[in-house]
């Protein structure tokens, strides 16, 4: 559609183990709207960033591989360009806020230096001088509210704290224009209030810039807050997709039910069982829904048949027979 930004098909990505291929991502499908904020939620190791660095190409070719699939970039498939032409996406078009902040940034260089980098090598800034650079620089570290940027700018990585390093990530992932951004569970690793603080400010400068957002996130509470659309993942596969108010309003695919009790109420409700057992083992992975080892709902097809994804309403799909 002409108001599709990222559009990705029956994407597959499989690692290669000593013991085989782990098969982690399972023919998923997602688009993201222009100006979208989209949420892509799920628990630990059900393949979020393993999808997002499929996006970008930054998978480790000698162990990553793509049997099937496509990820259409206003189109064109990101899998099959050439380098010149990927390196345009990375550096014009989309950006991504690494989970982990210390190993995003450069120890070796100061923040001021990385900072300008990206603002030296990028289209937009090339007939900049150095004050413009600077300039810039110093506003966009004001822009994630860093009161002092001159110190921060001459400052090393290991001289911030973790929230102020994840700021500085969202800082570089923002300083020169894009169309897209994809935020991988930043603030994940601090505590609640300031996980809380670059939430809001992430939100608020992508929703100022117009630019659409994916949310990585393993909370349905942050997804809900953050996102137009849910996409609700595991292992490998889309369980279900609405729009957040539907989704929380009729909740479907029993995955979904089960990560909406772990959501702590304020008020009654007692403590929630969460869901029982783990993510299979993706190299020897349940031949027919992934879910089913952990289903309250299973039936005996779901042992032996992969779940047809349907849909219940427009925009409000979902992968389990007990719709089919
Ligand atoms: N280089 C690799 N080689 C083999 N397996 C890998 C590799 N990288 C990731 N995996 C496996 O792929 C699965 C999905 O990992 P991924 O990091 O995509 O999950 P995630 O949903 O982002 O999890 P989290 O929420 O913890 O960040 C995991 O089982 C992980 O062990
Ligand atoms: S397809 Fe079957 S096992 Fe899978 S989620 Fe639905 S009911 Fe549960
Ligand atoms: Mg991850």
Request: net charge negative.
């Given at each position: 559609m002409e108001n599709t930004l990222l559009d990705i098909k029956n994407l597959k990505v499989w690692y290669r183990t000593y013991k085989g291929y782990a098969k982690v991502v399972d023919g998923i499908n997602l688009f993201v709207n222009k100006g979208e904020k989209v949420g892509l939620v799920g628990e630990s190791g059900c393949g979020k960033t393993t999808t997002m660095k499929t996006v970008l190409r930054v998978l480790d070719s000698k162990v990553a591989t793509v049997p099937e699939g496509e990820i259409l970039f206003k189109n064109r498939d990101i899998l099959k360009m050439k380098y010149n032409e990927l390196q345009q996406v990375r550096k014009q078009s989309i950006s991504m806020i690494s989970q982990e902040p210390t190993a995003a940034?450069?120890?070796?260089?100061?923040v001021g230096s990385q900072i300008m980098d990206i603002i030296r090598y990028s289209e937009q800034y090339k007939d900049y001088s150095k004050s413009e650079m600077l300039s810039l620089a110093v506003k966009t570290i004001k822009d994630v509210l860093i009161p002092d940027p001159e110190r921060i700018l001459n400052s090393y990585p290991h001289q911030l704290s973790g929230g102020m390093k994840q700021r500085i990530c969202i800082a570089m992932a923002l300083v020169t224009p894009r169309e897209l951004l994809i935020a991988?569970?930043?603030?994940?690793?601090?505590?609640v209030t300031v996980q809380d603080q670059i939430h809001k400010l992430l939100k608020a400068l992508v929703e100022e810039k117009k630019m659409s957002l994916i949310m990585i996130t393993h909370s349905l509470g942050v997804a809900r807050e953050l996102s137009d659309r849910i996409y609700v993942m595991y292992a490998g596969n889309i369980v279900e997709v609405a729009q957040t108010k539907e989704l929380f309003k009729n909740p479907l695919h029993p995955y979904t039910l089960g990560l909406m009790e772990c959501v702590p109420r304020l008020y009654g409700g007692g403590i929630s069982e969460g869901i029982y057992g783990y993510i299979p083992?993706?190299?020897?992975?349940?031949?027919?829904?992934?879910?089913y080892p952990r289903?309250?709902?299973?039936?005996?097809?779901c042992e032996k048949e992969k779940p047809p994804t349907v849909s219940v309403s427009e925009d409000h799909k979902v992968a389990c027979f007990k719709y089919h």
């Open positions: 940034l450069n120890p070796v260089f100061t991988d569970e930043p603030g994940t690793a601090l505590d083992d993706y190299i020897n992975p349940p031949a027919g829904c992934r879910f289903c309250p709902s299973a039936m005996e097809i």
